[in-house]
């Protein structure tokens, strides 16, 4: 008897979910490299709902619940920054960092040596060549010129190239943190079609107008859930009043 | 109801973006002045449902998880060294670095600190000081009586003096440069300081060893370009909205429930 006011409530729980997915994206539009997320649904059946002596779609309730977050791969807009050692990929692809957990994945290409020439992150994850190893720009170096393919040199000749790997299920990787992105999946070499481009960053991929008008549909869901739940205590109330008075 | 906290992250965040992006034009005609960009990462996530986790005892696994975010956090402000335009002053002390490379400046306290700012003067006993009166290192002392100041490209200083012919070399800059400039530390007044993120200083003269060279009558201007930082600030000021605007929604979820009975 109870159960429309468990479907909404589950509804409910789903809603303030997305909200917070959605708070994330909008909180993430400077980002760079951020690539937005989305909460998919799922209904769950019960069997145990109802009546049994009830037979057909009738006897199932639906439930609502999280299925998983997806990640928009879509590419972000490309912005212009000037920093010799700000790269964007064009294309699939992720640059792959060391962190101290392990090797992780980034599209956010904003790179800086540290006090001994390695090239890191802003968080300090090491850059990592093609080889698997840092790369080093030796000090003094000033004309840093990256290629389309990632290759990076000076003045001084060929640095080394920056190890740009992409992956067969995009949606098998977890966000970390600090623009990092963790998988088990085996890195693949990327194709022709990716390119980097230097002197550019790419930006959060989250369209402002589509969350605000996602935010505006959760909170009016939300809205009609909670009136579904006032109606159905009205019935309830209506029901017992009804009854009693029968009994 | 997390997505309050999350968008007040996000708000803080461009706070500090608009804040950054004042800075920059602030300072659009301060001498050999670098912009700053706030650069942003996003916060933690939690792991409702795992990716990659068993879904059944027959090897299923879950495609895709369920994260969710709690928002956005200010990784860096970082400077971007990009050479600024060079302006023509005439000023015989006005010198602008065409290239790589930091004038060492001698504080007060002793320490060293390091500009690109080249408007030098004069002071009482002849040496190549600041504007605020530091003196410069390599600048020498230039006698009372000379009469034509030339610096050249490699930096030296020549004067002639009315009873000579030849010029006298007086002295030369002394140029430091860093693995990492983005890591040096603002002091304020066009002065740097070396941080472990720029690494020690590796001196040298101009036009050598990687250094740029060194340009008599020129100042090296802001590189901030304006129409970039105007168009930067639009993106925040309409950023700090939207998520002003998820905390409204919020609120309206939370009063929602409220009326519930």
């Known amino acids: ?247 | 109801m997390r997505s309050l906290s999350i968008a007040s992250t996000g708000m803080l965040a461009q706070q500090l973006n608009v804040e950054t992006i004042s800075n920059n034009i602030a300072n659009m005609n301060t001498t050999a002045f670098k912009r700053q960009r706030a650069e942003f990462q996003d916060l933690l996530y939690q792991n409702q449902r795992r990716a990659g986790a068993a879904s059944s005892d027959a090897n299923t696994i879950v495609p895709a998880g369920i994260q969710i975010g709690l928002g956005v956090k200010a990784a860096a402000v970082y400077r971007i060294t990009e050479q600024g335009n060079l302006t023509t002053t005439g000023n015989t002390l006005d010198v602008a670095m065409q290239g790589k490379g930091w004038f060492q400046v001698e504080l007060p306290s002793g320490e060293t600190a390091y500009s690109r700012a080249g408007s030098f003067q004069l002071s009482a006993d002849g040496k190549i000081v600041t504007a605020d009166g530091y003196t410069v290192k390599g600048g020498g002392t230039i006698p009372r009586d000379a009469t034509d100041v030339t610096v050249n490209t490699s930096g030296e200083i020549l004067v002639k003096q009315p009873a000579q012919t030849q010029v006298q070399r007086v002295g030369q800059f002394e140029l430091a440069g860093f693995a990492n400039d983005a890591g040096l530390e603002g002091l304020g007044d066009n002065l740097f300081k070396n941080t472990p993120a720029s690494g020690d200083p590796v001196t040298g003269t101009a036009g050598r060893q990687g250094f740029g060279t060194v340009l008599q009558g020129f100042l090296e201007t802001s590189n901030v370009n304006t129409v970039q930082e105007v168009t930067n600030l639009i993106t925040a000021q309409r950023a700090y909205e939207m998520n002003s605007k998820v905390i409204q929604a919020s609120d309206e979820m939370m009063g929602a429930l409220n009326q519930l009975r």
Do not use: C, W
């Open chain 1, 1 to 247: 008897m109870e159960n429309p006011s468990y479907i909404a409530v589950s509804l409910m729980t789903g809603l303030h979910r997305q909200m917070d997915v959605l708070a994330n994206n909008m909180a993430n539009t400077s980002t760079p490299g951020y690539q937005g997320d989305q909460l998919a649904f799922r209904t769950l059946l019960s069997t145990r709902a109802g009546s049994p002596q009830i037979d057909g779609p009738g006897r199932k309730a639906a439930f609502v619940t999280e299925n998983g977050t997806l990640r928009n791969t879509r590419p972000g807009p490309m912005e212009r920054t000037g920093n010799p050692l700000d790269v964007a990929i064009a294309g699939p692809g992720y640059f792959a960092v060391q962190t101290d957990d392990g090797v992780r994945y980034t599209r956010h290409g904003s790179f800086r040596p540290d006090a001994q020439g390695r090239l890191t992150m802003g968080n300090g994850a090491l850059v990592l060549g093609a080889g698997g190893a840092p790369i080093t720009i030796p000090a003094g170096e000033s004309n840093i010129e990256i290629d389309r393919r990632g290759a990076i040199a000076s003045t001084k000749g060929p640095l080394g190239k920056l190890q740009i790997v992409k992956f067969e299920d995009d949606q098998a990787m977890r966000k970390t943190g600090d623009n990092l992105l963790e998988t088990e999946a085996e890195p693949q070499p990327v194709d022709q079609r990716t390119q980097v481009a230097q002197g550019m960053i790419e930006g959060s991929n989250v369209q402002s107008v589509v969350e605000v008008t996602h935010m505006i549909d959760i909170m009016r869901r939300y809205q009609a859930v909670g009136r579904i739940l006032e109606q159905e205590h009205e019935r309830a109330r209506k029901a017992i009043d009804k009854l009693s008075r029968v009994a």
